[in-house]
């Protein structure tokens, strides 16, 4: 999966039904996507909290080549969204102060500070699961050629994918050649308690933290379903 920000709830899902998390650094960056932006639930509904970064001269930068652009100062303004609408929720104070100093760390790496994030929330979950960055692999290739080469290098044995993957997995005999099973991960979102009103899914993670404190990881599995 490519490093996102605040990344929802199945995120952490997949994170945790698997023996190595592969973060997918390594392939172009899109913009206005979830690496650079995702939503918190707010009295009017979902918003978009969305992370500057640096394009002048920077067309078909890999993820891990993407710069902040910290001129903009919108962690300032991440926190005040947050506090505004979460201040009230019971978990609030247990779970700000960590998310807050990462969200304000200065990290010009719009990959590393995605990283810091999840890798704060994933101890908050108990999540063990050991994580690689694929541009720290030798692995080449488009879509499934790529995958399937970063599943030998690591020695994987089946390979666990985002339904969103099967339009060009099962074009490709990719797996097939290297004899590694592909399943994929379905997620149903658990509903839980929120502020404001009628459940909203999809939000991220934090919303959950916020409303859920521990319980969060036990609500997260209920979600869980593989397919083979």
Partial sequence: MQPTYLPWSGYFGLMNDVDIFIYL?????SRRSWQQRNQIKTSNGPTWLSIPVLKKGKRDQLIHEVEIDHSASFSESHVRSMVLNYKKSIFFDDYSGGIFSRIRNTNSSLCEYNIEIIKYISDILEIKTKTIRSSELNSSGKKADLLAAICQEVGATEYISVPGSSDYLD???AFID???PVSYFNYIHPEYPQLFGEFLPYM????????CGSQSSTIIQNGIIRNK
Avoid: E, H
């Fill in 204 to 211: 991220s993670v934090i919303d959950m933290l916020f409303n």
């Fill in 171 to 173: 074009k490709s005999d």
């Fill in 178 to 180: 290297a004899g590694i």
């Fill in 25 to 29: 650094d390594s392939v172009q960056f």
